[in-house]
């Protein structure tokens, strides 16, 4: 019978997140769920600003400072739930309305299952709905975190399908290798379709404007680099 349920937020808090993961830290502080005890840690290079110390006294919430790269995959299975939150603020939505967060890989290829508490039009609540990777609450409210937390709980079989699904998209899709082959693909074709002008001479031609230099482009450019960066959102 488990007795304590740890959550883990790992990486930097700041404009795009700030707020909401204080609004979950006051959530966590109020949880009682049939008796277990919830944690709530993160591992942040901001462990010693005035924003985190706040955050620190808070109930069952503990802010701790960064730990080397190498540790991490270790730390990421040692939680029950990994948080991945972005701020409901229009700055917040700006920033990840057209990126995911660089951790999400790391996130899925642990196998622990990911809580995403973001937006509904940001990248990463469109990825992991789509992908069926990470359970999404898309709305400052108390009682659909709690929801979420109860489910991801009692709830193995979802609990199975998530960390399934995304330790088979980590590596389908994120693995090093794999993307530095496209990339490098992508820039060889890059390099057979674009020509670079050092003149006004080109006024008339399909370019972009690089500070007095224009790059020609041809129409397939844009589609060829938009559909890798769609596939390789960070």
Not at 50 to 60: E, G, N, Q, V, Y
Not at 89 to 103: F, L
Not at 145 to 150: D, L, N, R, T
Request: proline fraction near 4%; charge should be neutral; aromatic fraction near 10%.
């Amino acid at each position: 019978t488990r007795d304590m349920f740890r959550i883990l937020y790992m990486g930097w808090i700041g404009l795009a997140n700030k707020e909401t993961i204080k609004h979950f830290a006051e959530v966590i502080s109020r949880l009682d769920i049939e008796g277990i005890t919830i944690e709530f840690e993160s591992y942040t290079s901001d462990y010693n600003k005035p924003f985190s110390a706040r955050l620190s006294k808070f109930k069952s919430v503990k802010i701790n400072p960064p730990i080397e790269h190498e540790a991490v995959p270790a730390l990421l299975n040692d939680f029950d739930l990994l948080l991945l939150p972005l701020d409901f603020t229009r700055d917040g939505e700006k920033y990840a309305q057209y990126s995911i967060p660089t951790k999400a890989s790391e996130y899925m290829a642990s196998g622990t299952p990911i809580l995403v508490y973001a937006p509904q039009q940001t990248a990463i609540v469109k990825f992991c709905t789509q992908n069926n990777c990470g359970h999404c609450v898309t709305d400052i409210d108390p009682e659909k975190i709690k929801e979420a937390i109860k489910t991801l709980i009692n709830n193995e079989d979802c609990r199975q399908m998530l960390s399934t699904n995304a330790i088979k998209i980590a590596f389908s899709r994120f693995d090093a290798t794999k993307v530095r082959n496209e990339f490098r693909e992508l820039l060889l074709w890059l390099s057979t379709t674009c020509l670079l002008y050092t003149s006004d001479a080109a006024d008339d031609l399909l370019c972009v404007d690089l500070g007095g230099r224009r790059i020609i482009k041809k129409k397939k450019y844009h589609n060829k680099t938009h559909s890798y960066l769609n596939h390789h959102t960070t």
